[in-house]
């Protein structure tokens, strides 16, 4: 991780809120170093443990809710075993591959969505969240 690496996280970590801890710079710079992705908790704790970063793996699991709380990224729920992280905030849609444990984006522009029902009194949507499931054929 480089200096400038590190100040570019710790100004997110700021902005959003949380204060900038070793750990969490740290963890910040492994999720948003490679663009837009999609994580599991254990998936950043071996690359933490890969970059020699001593980190607990619940301490991992913390930080990406504290994150998530916070606004920096998201919580995939496309399967039940298992919780994604997605570092894109931004409204859009996603392709699961199942028995492969792959999550790739689908642009926002590519679903139309119409006839939602309305939210009961009081609430408001606040983001639909479209999984399509894929499998190889003859799987």
């Avoid at 570092?87 to 392709?95: K, L, Q, R, W, Y």
Wanted: proline share 5%.
């Amino acid at each position: 991780m480089t200096a400038e690496a590190g100040m570019g996280s710790e100004m997110r970590l700021r902005e959003h809120g949380l204060r900038p801890t070793r750990q969490r710079i740290a963890l910040a710079d492994l999720l948003f170093a490679k663009g837009d992705r999609h994580l599991t908790v254990e998936e950043l704790h071996e690359e933490a443990v890969a970059a020699g970063v001593p980190v607990s793996l619940a301490t991992v699991y913390n930080t990406l809710h504290q994150f998530t709380e916070a606004g920096l990224i998201r919580v995939l729920a496309v399967e039940s075993a298992k919780t994604y992280f997605d570092t894109n905030v931004s409204d859009h849609h996603h392709f699961f591959v199942e028995g492969q444990n792959e999550v790739l984006d689908i642009p926002v522009s590519n679903i139309s969505i119409s006839n939602l029902p309305p939210p009961p009194e009081g609430m408001e949507i606040a983001h639909v969240d479209v999984v399509i499931r894929l499998r190889r054929k003859g799987d």
